[in-house]
């Protein structure tokens, strides 16, 4: 998508004009252009395959399925984001290339002011503090700019690097249960929770461009 057209979209689809900006990274709503990249970046691989951290285990299916599936996704995810219930998937990008993506999603937020996030990188792209930078961006524009009191997230209890970030970013514990995650194996989901009063915000702040024309998107 070149910029005139994701201009011209734009206009049509505010969402596709925001923009969140943090130290080194640059996270705008996943458009049609960001797509062959994430798929690729999916493909080549986001954590061990012994491992599973998603709910969905979409990174077992093999190579074309879940490129398949991935498109279907974001496509899907994107048209059934109403302002009720919406969810944006960020594609994270430093220096121009593709990091990731991190997602962050809201049910009846007008009331609730409660946000849900999720994320993975590209396995070349972890354990250099991107995920903490991308899940503070997200939760600082959630409590400063949507207005939000509750930030939630979940991890599996053999996460170690997801609950690392949270622990960082200052979530606390918020129960957990037993879900299959893989047919026949069991896990331990374990949710976690942040307030404006428990993040341990870092000391840079979001900057953030294109929220006026969106709001409606967030059901504000
Ligand atoms: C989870 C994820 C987004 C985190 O991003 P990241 O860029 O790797 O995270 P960061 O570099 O910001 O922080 C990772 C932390 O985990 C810690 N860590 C890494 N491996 C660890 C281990 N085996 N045990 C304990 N801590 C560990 C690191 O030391 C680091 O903490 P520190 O900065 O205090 O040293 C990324 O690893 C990822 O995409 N994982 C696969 C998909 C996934 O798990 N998504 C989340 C589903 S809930």
Redesign the pocket.
């Known amino acids: 998508m070149t910029t005139t057209s994701r201009d011209a979209l734009t206009r049509l689809w505010p969402l596709f004009g925001l923009r969140l900006a943090t130290p080194r990274l640059i996270m705008r709503p996943v458009c049609d252009d960001d797509l062959a990249e994430l798929v690729d970046l999916a493909a080549t691989g986001?954590?061990d395959p012994a491992a599973m951290?998603?709910l969905m285990p979409w990174t077992d299916e093999p190579r074309e399925k879940l490129i398949e599936n991935t498109l279907r996704h974001f496509w899907r995810s994107r048209a059934a984001s109403v302002p009720e219930d919406w969810s944006v998937h960020f594609a994270v990008r430093s220096k121009g290339a593709l990091m990731?993506t991190q997602e962050i999603s809201g049910r009846d937020f007008a009331v609730t002011r409660t946000v849900d996030t999720?994320?993975?990188?590209g396995l070349a792209h972890?354990?250099?503090?991107?995920?903490?930078e991308m899940r503070c961006a997200v939760v600082n524009f959630a409590f400063d700019h949507l207005k939000a009191t509750r930030a939630e997230s979940?991890?599996f209890s053999d996460?170690?690097?997801?609950q690392?970030?949270s622990r960082?970013v200052g979530y606390v514990p918020n129960g957990d249960r037993v879900v299959q995650r893989r047919p026949g194996e069991a896990a331990v989901d374990e949710r976690l929770l942040l307030t404006p009063e428990t993040f341990r915000k870092p000391t840079w702040s979001v900057q953030v461009a294109g929220l006026d024309a969106c709001r409606g998107s967030f059901g504000l």
């Open positions: 986001i954590h951290p998603f990731g999720g994320s993975w990188l972890q354990g250099q503090g991107f995920g903490t979940a991890a996460n170690p690097k997801s690392a970030v960082k």
